[in-house]
T-cell receptor, first 105, second 120 residues
Framework: TVLTQSPATLSVSPGERATLSCRAS??????LAWYQQIPGQPPRLLFY???TRATGIPARFSGSGSGTEFTLTINSLQSEDFAVYYC????????FGQGTKLEIK | QVQLVQSGAEVKEPGASVKVSCKAS????????IHWVRQAPGQGLEWMGR??????????APEFQGRISMTKDTSLSTVYMQLSSLGSGDTAVYFC?????FGVGATDYWGQGTLVTVSS
């Protein structure tokens, strides 16, 4: 399965909403996770099963989708949210998307 | 608290092997699968393989088949990843990570990462 994330880079102002996309080349049902990675740190799990929020993740983050189309939405962007975001499927293997860099506009 | 602590940075020559360890604490070691993921400098995440929670069996990404081995020592709560025939393309930070729970392949706890540099 190939995961394609879009856009590659997203520029958004603090306080606004960011919408990140992850498309799978074949259905992965709901077996999809989202991670946030700040440079120099290991990835941090945000969501699994497409929409189940991991422990300690703020409510401004939401995950949705199933099958081949998935979305990560971040409302009211905070300074600490600017990072790289990866999706990963675990239905047909454990493939990662190439990542979306969320940068300050 | 759950912790995964990895071994320190390594510098290897081309053609050599490297073995990275990942010591777990704060949970029942035999209840969770452990994955290995790597990240080349400035690049994305690449899944390498997973070792089972019980019998120590493992599955590997096709790209690493034949030169990767994952093992564990339950008495030490430690998992090992060995990669052989190293080339410059294997220079990366290597992470171990624990699955959320059986049947969910996402990983919620990660080691700090081990930098492996392949250079002559």
């Amino acid at each position: 399965t190939v995961l394609t994330q879009s856009p590659a880079t997203l520029s958004v102002s603090p306080g606004e909403r960011a919408t990140l996309s992850c498309r799978a080349s074949q259905s992965v049902k709901s077996d999809l996770a989202w991670y946030q990675q700040i440079p120099g740190q290991p990835p941090r799990l945000l969501f699994y099963e497409a929409s189940t929020r991991a422990t300690g993740i703020p409510a401004r983050f939401s995950g949705s989708g199933s099958g081949t189309e998935f979305t990560l939405t971040i409302n009211s962007l905070q300074s600490e949210d600017f990072a790289v975001y990866y999706c990963q499927e675990y239905n047909n293997g454990y493939t990662f998307g190439q990542g979306t860099k969320l940068e300050i506009k | 608290q759950v912790q995964l602590v990895q071994s320190g940075a390594e510098v290897k020559e081309p053609g050599a092997s490297v073995k990275v360890s990942c010591k777990a604490s704060g949970y029942i070691f035999t209840s969770y699968y452990i994955h290995w993921v790597r990240q080349a400098p400035g690049q994305g995440l690449e899944w390498m393989g997973r070792i089972n929670r019980d019998n120590g069996g493992a599955i590997y990404a096709p790209e690493f088949q034949g030169r990767i081995s994952m093992t564990k020592d339950t008495s030490l709560s430690t998992v090992y990843m060995q990669l052989s025939s190293l080339g410059s393309g294997d220079t990366a930070v290597y992470f171990c990570a624990r699955e959320v729970r059986f049947g969910v392949g996402a990983t919620d706890y990660w080691g700090q990462g081990t930098l492996v540099t392949v250079s002559s």
